[in-house]
């Protein structure tokens, strides 16, 4: 079966979906998105992540392309055309499409509305064979990493370092304080020396994370205590545990930093207490509320 595209309005086969070559998404990076996952036919925090589309689209002056209401209902579809139960949603606002100018156009046209989604594989039924390794790198990002932007180039070449180096995610710090941001896709939490659950607080320097914000959520309702405080490498080289967390990551462990492991090297007491906490969350009717 081929797959559906949502692309402006018209449901199209994927193959066959494209766009202008002046879609300002295209020429400049000028756009949000968002990938939301989809376990039994549910979208998980949904809600969290129609937030955070709003506000990405507001911090960057462009109006929704659908309302709200609306929009739910396209990703449902889109899921629905693709026979897709368990999958990852992806959608894409840019300014839309006019003669390449940096400023706004001045004619206004239409955002430009794309959503696509793909089948993963099963929800991992346990921790064993979730984990991986993460490598370290320079945070060279722009300063408004709260922004859900497509510009992410700094993301792509960080990736793509960690991949060449057998590791799953690239763990940024800021260069100026010796400080951890987040992963180059996901959210990093460490259990430090003292057995702090930590991970750093919301600011420009990360995107807020929807499973960031959810986890936080079950672990407030456990009575898990967090602490949102930035950590330096050196701590996060001493720390007993650390996992990092998303849309496509769940909560999934890091083994090995930079080659050395963290605590035993396997994933911990801490973080496979939390992965079983955010299984129930994602399994067990998933609240969307942010
Ligand atoms: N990435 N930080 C960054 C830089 C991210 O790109 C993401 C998500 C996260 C975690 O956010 P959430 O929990 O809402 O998925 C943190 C998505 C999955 C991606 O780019 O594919």
Redesign the pocket.
């Known amino acids: 079966m081929s797959r559906i595209a949502y692309v402006n309005g018209r449901y199209v086969p994927q193959r066959d979906a494209s766009v202008n070559i002046e879609d300002r998404g295209y020429q400049f990076g000028d756009g949000i998105?968002?990938?939301v996952?989809l376990y039994d036919d549910r979208f998980i925090?949904e809600d969290?992540?129609l937030d955070?589309l709003e506000r990405s689209l507001r911090a960057i002056r462009l109006p929704m392309p659908l309302t709200r209401a609306a929009l739910s209902l396209v990703l449902k579809e889109v899921a629905r055309r693709n026979r897709v139960t368990e999958g990852?949603l992806?959608m894409q606002v840019t300014r839309g499409v006019s003669h390449r100018d940096h400023p706004f156009p001045t004619i206004p046209v239409p955002p430009a509305l794309v959503v696509t989604v793909k089948r993963i594989k099963p929800y991992p039924v346990s921790i064993a064979n979730w984990g991986g390794n993460a490598i370290t790198m320079p945070d060279l990002r722009w300063a408004h990493?709260d922004i859900?932007t497509v510009n992410?180039l700094p993301?792509v070449l960080a990736r793509q370092a960690a991949k060449e180096q057998g590791a799953i995610e690239a763990i940024l710090f800021d260069e100026a304080t010796g400080t951890v941001t987040?992963?180059?896709?996901?959210?990093f939490w460490i259990v430090d020396e003292a057995g702090v659950i930590r991970t750093r607080a919301l600011s420009h320097s990360?995107?807020?994370?929807?499973?960031?914000?959810?986890l936080m959520s079950e672990l407030a309702e456990a009575g898990i205590a967090f602490d949102e405080r930035a950590f330096t490498l050196d701590e996060m080289k001493r720390a007993r545990e650390a996992f990092i967390?998303?849309?496509?990551?769940f909560v999934k462990p890091i083994l090995k930093i930079d080659g050395a492991p963290v605590g035993e090297g396997t994933p911990g007491p801490v973080t496979t207490k939390l992965f079983e906490i955010f299984a129930r969350h994602v399994k067990g009717g998933a609240k969307n509320a942010a």
Request: hydrophobic share 25%; aromatic share 6%.
């Open positions: 998105y968002e990938v996952h925090d969290r992540h955070r990852l992806y990493r859900k992410l993301n987040e992963g180059a896709a996901t959210n990360i995107l807020p994370g929807c499973t960031r914000s959810a967390t998303s849309a496509t990551s």
